[in-house]
């Protein structure tokens, strides 16, 4: 399995950037799966940032409800994060993640990352 993130870059606060996870070698037809953005600050630990399920359920860190959105195109094998409303606080390297187990489980899958800066 092979995750590879794209989409990130410098940007001001209140902007917008959509993140990209192309997934190669993960199937989306086994009956459980999840597909989920972590990132990691500079001096601070791992800390995830949304998660979808093979139900499609959704689930975000508090930090970033109502500002930031996954979505899965299954077709294209690929995974998204809609990041708006962007803060300072919210620079970091962004990392997409799989499992074929439950989101609250481990993440036996990662990507490299993509690293997110926002700033004036």
Do not use: H
């Amino acid at each position: 399995v092979q995750l590879v993130e794209s989409g990130g870059g410098l940007v001001q606060p209140g902007r917008s950037l959509r993140l990209s996870c192309a997934a190669s070698g993960y199937t989306y037809s086994r009956s459980m799966y999840c597909m989920g953005w972590f990132r990691q600050a500079p001096g601070k630990e791992r800390e995830g940032v949304a998660a979808i399920d093979s139900d499609g359920e959704t689930s975000y860190a508090d930090s970033v409800k109502g500002r930031f959105t996954i979505s899965q195109d299954n077709a294209k094998n690929t995974q998204y994060l809609q990041m708006n409303s962007l803060k300072p606080e919210d620079t970091a390297m962004y990392y997409c993640a799989a499992t074929y187990d439950y989101c609250s489980g481990s993440f036996n899958y990662w990507g490299q990352g993509t690293r997110v800066s926002v700033a004036s």
